[in-house]
């Protein structure tokens, strides 16, 4: 299974990009991992939330393949219920031989409609809000942590 990570704008801040690095580095080792960044909007600052949730979206659904399972890390999205269940749900979708896996990390201003109706799932990482910046580095370290998980390894202590 080939698994995706779009996020919307680059990584602002050196230790993010660092700690991003280091997961998606470790997560070489279970998966193919692409990490695939939407260039923020030029003139933003000149657009209603509306136009940039539709704008984005729409570059959001231009990386989508119709094969693809979408998982919107959404703060409205359904909690997992914990590490151990994210890892059931990430061996239940590869034993449904899912080919393609992508969760989406959206702006500031969340997702526009059409990229909702597209998403086979809606995910939260937590009931507490975190900048979307910092949700890059939680997903993937939650990612690496679930492929431990399912591999028995020792990084994740029950």
Same mark, same amino acid.
């Given at each position: 299974?080939?698994?995706?990570?779009?996020?919307?704008?680059?990584?602002?801040?050196?230790?993010?990009e660092?700690?991003?690095?280091?997961?998606?580095?470790?997560?070489?080792?279970y /998966?193919?991992?692409?990490? /695939?960044?939407?260039?923020?909007?030029?003139?933003?600052?000149?657009?209603?939330? =509306?136009?940039?949730?539709? /704008?984005?979206? =729409?570059l959001?659904?231009?990386?989508?393949?119709?094969?693809?399972?979408?998982?919107?890390?959404? =703060?409205?999205g359904q909690?997992?219920?914990?590490?151990?269940a994210?890892?059931?749900?990430?061996q239940?979708?590869?034993?449904?031989? /899912?080919r393609k896996?992508?969760?989406?990390?959206?702006?500031?201003?969340?997702?526009?409609?059409?990229?909702?109706?597209?998403?086979?799932?809606?995910l939260?990482?937590?009931?507490?809000t975190?900048?979307?910046?910092?949700?890059?580095?939680?997903?993937a =370290?939650?990612?690496?942590r679930?492929?431990?998980?399912?591999?028995?390894?020792?990084?994740?202590?029950?």
């Amino acid at each position: 299974m080939v698994i995706e990570l779009i996020v919307v704008g680059k990584t602002v801040g050196a230790w993010l990009e660092s700690g991003i690095r280091e997961y998606t580095g470790r997560l070489e080792h279970y /998966t193919r991992f692409i990490q /695939t960044v939407i260039p923020e909007l030029k003139n933003a600052r000149n657009l209603r939330e =509306e136009q940039i949730k539709a /704008t984005e979206g =729409e570059l959001i659904l231009d990386k989508l393949s119709p094969g693809d399972h979408v998982v919107l890390l959404d =703060e409205n999205g359904q909690l997992p219920g914990g590490s151990v269940a994210f890892a059931d749900r990430l061996q239940s979708l590869m034993n449904r031989g /899912t080919r393609k896996l992508v969760f989406v990390i959206g702006g500031a201003y969340g997702f526009s409609a059409s990229v909702y109706a597209r998403a086979d799932e809606k995910l939260s990482l937590s009931p507490m809000t975190f900048s979307h910046q910092m949700v890059r580095l939680i997903f993937a =370290e939650q990612l690496y942590r679930a492929f431990t998980i399912l591999r028995g390894e020792p990084y994740h202590h029950r």
